[in-house]
């Protein structure tokens, strides 16, 4: 699947502009009489404008005025929930395609903007399934092939489907009326397919469930993952089928390295796994993250997946990405098949399985995994990080959003367009999703869909105790199949660079990474959450400017700490957090040893953490020292002492540069009591954070971790030279380019290989 740009759909009615009849002498006489009175008209002018003025002053320094103002401004922002008669939706039959009475329980669709390729043949050939393509503007007007119903983009808008004017005239998303003119024509089973892989031995029932036994006497049991532990919510399913290194497009990117098997499974009756992925052996659903850092060159990925492990369910609480292009939609899922038009084309159907997974609870379905199912060919056509924006920054947050949601609606549809409303507001998507899904779900009604009913007693039992019990634990060791992994092959045994990603990863793995970004974030935010995201729980962007795509905060450098105790309360589970700024490069790997109950700190980095005197010293100094005195007034008894005994001259000023600090759990209300207390004072953050330190703990105390950090005022002339992968961190490092951030990857590696995965 290539990236396609999303495009605004051209208007399909054409605008005209009526001919007014000509006047030319009144035209004259109007200019004459202009030009005669301007005077007058520019004292008019100035008159209003000096009214308007007086009413807007007047009403600046009226409050209620101003917050009706402000609440007129949020209610233009406001997103309208749709109103759905869903009693007067009217049917909607095929009228004008050549299919008209055409019927099949069994459809392939797929999205084609070339001319048929051999893949698209033998799908053709497949027994027992009809091929639905889908065409949009770079389609080929001659497009043909036999066995194939192929529905241009003039035919798909002769349909009368509603969602025909949401979407975009040159994506995949198109799909969206092959989907809807499926159900419309009888369709029980829908294969989610493209045109660049082939069914492995040209059979879909040898792979998938095609056929469910949902009550039947003799259900199937399938292996299931545990929900042992509550705090997960995505897996990655390639490691069940062999592959360790490789994760899968729409894996939050700091669960890839999660490479270890399940201690232990469930088991769970089948019959309901109404969505049904597989996995594809030669090019994967991979992400650009992983295309561009495992290719050699202009080889072709070709990787194999273990076709003898079992399939695997999902358990109500825990997620898996599910994509548009090898996955199987049994009847009662086909509401999910829905693909987002507000997205990037590389996040619409991860989102979309998403979406859809957390619903399917809501019937009592979930999402079975296949072992290999699909080969895909790597015709060596890359596509551009930025697209995958949606999937990097939101997509961890859109899981935990999903697993906690829930709906007090009595209806499938209801619950449905209530979540997209609510994804809405969560900006995961837009307000037109909120729009396309209210037409999706009527065209579904208008062809004859009928809403699956709600599984009460699943949604009430605990999700915690979905799964059979203790005594019905399965084990399986997956596979470790032999692949490249960063120029690294991989054989039997754990290599030595994975085995310290999982070391470091468990070290930091629930500290978040505060990270305070002085350049563009539009170039390094992403960036900056691939290096650090890897190691620990979170990173948390900060910056000058608020990006809302890019989950980044707006926040001043000098006051940052004063935003601290908002994450503190954010990450309250946290065992303690890090601040560092992007002009410092943090050697993760040298602060292992580190005490994670500590306070880390540049106190011994003589050109860091300075006392001046505020004698003699510029107006600023004096200021900062008076509001510090202030403060340490107001303090109680213990951060009196601890302040006093550590800077005995009152006539001293402690200044830290604070690039880099780390605040351990147990001093994090500590912290924000301290912050509480500077209230509205401007105090710069070089001098409150000492300040707090020195308050907090004696210096003896802290961690010394940080002692022998590379420092210096001014980058140096050779950085190449200046970097030191044997200490925990070197300032100053500029990154404020992708070029430069892969500069600092290349550097970086020395001390963690697997780094070259992001290069």
């Known amino acids: 699947m290539l990236v396609q740009d999303l495009s605004i759909p051209k208007s399909n009615f054409k605008t005209t502009t009526p001919t007014l009849p000509s006047n030319r002498s009144n035209n004259i006489d109007f200019s004459k009489w202009v030009s005669q009175n301007l005077f007058k008209l520019i004292a008019i002018l100035l008159l209003v404008a000096t009214v308007a003025a007086l009413f807007f002053l007047r009403s600046a320094g009226n409050p ?55 893949s698209l043949r033998n799908l053709v050939k497949i027994k027992g399934w009809q091929v639905l393509a889908i065409g949009d503007s770079r389609t080929p007007s001659d497009w043909a092939l036999k066995g194939a119903i192929f529905l241009s983009l003039e035919e798909q808008a ?25 159900i419309q024509h009888g369709a029980k089973k829908i294969f989610d397919a493209d045109d660049r892989g082939d069914v492995i031995d040209g059979d879909l029932g ?98 194999r997946f273990d076709k003898h492990a079992p399939k695997v369910a999902l358990p109500q609480g825990l997620m898996v990405p599910v994509n548009s292009f090898n996955t199987l939609f049994h009847s009662s899922a086909f509401w999910a098949l829905m693909l987002p038009v507000s997205v990037s084309t590389m996040a619409s159907d991860v989102l979309r399985g998403y979406w859809g997974q957390r619903l399917l609870w809501e019937v009592g379905g979930y999402v079975v995994v296949y072992p290999p199912t699909v080969h895909r060919y790597d015709k060596v056509e890359a596509y551009p990080f930025s697209e995958e924006k949606d999937l990097h920054v939101n997509v961890d947050r859109l899981i935990k ?26 900006h995961f998507w ?64 754990v290599n030595y660079e994975i085995a310290n990603l999982i070391r470091w990863r468990k070290t930091f793995g629930n500290v978040v990474l505060i990270l305070y970004c002085s350049g563009p974030v539009e170039r ?15 990173v948390v962007i900060l910056s000058e400017r608020k990006d809302v795509g890019l989950a980044v905060e707006e926040v001043h450098l000098d006051q940052a700490y004063k935003h601290l105790p908002k994450i503190f309360d954010q990450f309250s ?107 509205n004072l401007d105090i710069h953050q070089k001098v409150a954070i000492p300040m707090f330190f020195i308050s907090m703990d004696s210096p003896q105390n802290f961690d010394s ?43 970086m590696a020395e001390g963690d290989p697997l780094l070259m995965e992001l290069v």
């Open 206 to 303: 040898k792979h998938f469930d095609v056929e469910l036994n949902e009550g039947g006497t003799r259900q199937e049991v399938i292996l299931q993952y545990s929900r042992d532990n509550p705090n997960r919510t995505v897996v990655n399913p390639y490691v069940h089928f062999g592959q360790r290194s490789v994760w899968p497009r729409g894996l939050p990117l700091e669960n890839a390295g999660e490479i270890g098997h399940e201690e232990f499974y469930t088991q769970v009756f089948g019959g309901k796994q109404f969505i049904q992925q597989g996995i594809s052996n030669g090019l994967p659903d991979v992400d650009s993250v992983f295309y561009f850092t495992r290719k050699s060159g202009l080889e072709a990925l070709d990787i």
């Open 524 to 538: 390094t935010a992403l960036e900056w959450r691939l290096l650090y995201g890897r190691i620990f729980r979170t």
């Open 430 to 493: 837009t307000e037109k999703d909120v729009k396309f899904t209210a037409a999706w779900i009527q065209d579904l009604i208008a062809v004859g869909y009928q809403q699956p009913r709600l599984m009460l007693v699943e949604q009430e039992r605990p999700v915690a105790h979905i799964a059979f019990g203790h005594g019905d634990q399965r084990e399986f060791i997956p596979q470790k199949l032999s692949s490249v992994h960063l120029g690294v092959e991989e054989g039997g045994t």
């Open 573 to 679: 589970s946290a065992e303690g957090f890090l601040f560092l700024q992007d002009n410092t490069i943090l050697n993760y790997w040298n602060l292992v040893q580190a005490d994670k109950n500590k306070l880390w700190i540049t106190n011994k980095i003589s050109k860091s953490w300075t006392t001046v005197s505020t004698k003699d010293n510029s107006d600023w100094f004096s200021q900062q020292a008076s509001m510090v005195q202030k403060v340490v007034s107001m303090m109680p008894a213990h951060f009196q002492v601890n302040y006093k005994e550590s800077l005995t001259n009152d006539k001293s000023l402690l200044i830290c540069s604070s690039e880099v600090f780390y605040v351990p759990q147990p001093f994090v209300s500590d912290f924000i009591e301290l912050v509480n207390l500077v209230e």
């Open 64 to 118: 209620a005025a101003l917050l009706c103002f402000e609440n007129q401004a949020r209610d233009l922002d406001k997103i309208e929930f749709p109103r759905v008669d869903w009693n007067s939706i009217a049917p909607i039959s095929d009228k004008t395609s050549k299919f008209a009475s055409f019927r099949s329980e069994q459809w392939i669709v797929v999205s084609v903007s070339g001319y048929p390729s051999d």
């Open 158 to 182: 002769n349909l009368g489907f509603r969602v025909v004017d949401f979407l975009p005239y040159d994506s995949y998303v198109r799909k969206n009326v092959g989907y809807l003119f499926a």
């Open 401 to 426: 959003y999903l697993v906690s949601w829930s709906s007090g609606k009595h209806g499938l549809f209801e619950k449905i367009l209530e979540l997209s409303y609510a994804m809405a507001e969560e």
């Open 705 to 747: 971790v940080l002692d022998k950090m590379i420092y210096k005022r001014k980058p140096p002339t050779n950085s190449s030279t200046f970097y030191s992968a044997k200490v925990p961190a070197v300032h100053p490092w500029n990154v404020s380019s992708e070029q430069d951030f892969i500069k600092l990857i290349r550097i």
